[in-house]
């Protein structure tokens, strides 16, 4: 067992969040996005290149929360909120050329978990034409 759970031995068993925003496309303007939206540390890849998770088939404009994954996940969205509520119309206008996808990603460790999103954030979510895409991992003791 790691420092962290003799610590807390409750803390692996919470879930963990994360949180982030893309722009996906074809020919993406990186500088023009991260201007527009007023990101300095956001990541990009242009599609062939390679990713985490294999070749992107696309072009790829990320940002992602930079909360703590313990943290609950309306800290998270509330932090993407701050990021996006003022360009919502410069959303709205690229989403006719790209796709804007909201992701909220969960590591569960027990066996029955769940979350909600209060609709403020699905109504932002929503005016500027985003999907969400959610994943969910759940894993057992032996997994940890």
Known sequence: MDLVSQENPQEHLEPKCHVGFSVIGSSLDFDTISAALNQTSAQS????????LGVLPE??????????????????????QTQLQSHVDYLRDLSRTARLRVYIGFT????Q????????????????????????????????
């Open 45 to 52: 890849g242009r599609a062939g290149s390679q990713g985490a």
């Open 113 to 144: 978990n769940g979350f909600a999103i209060m609709p403020e954030f699905i109504r932002l979510f929503a005016s500027f034409n985003g999907f969400i895409d959610m994943y969910i991992i759940c894993t057992d003791d032996n997994d940890l």
């Open 59 to 80: 072009d790829v404009w990320t940002i992602s929360s930079p909360i703590g994954p313990l943290r609950p996940l309306e800290e998270h969205l509330r932090w993407l």
């Open 108 to 111: 569960f460790s027990q066996e």
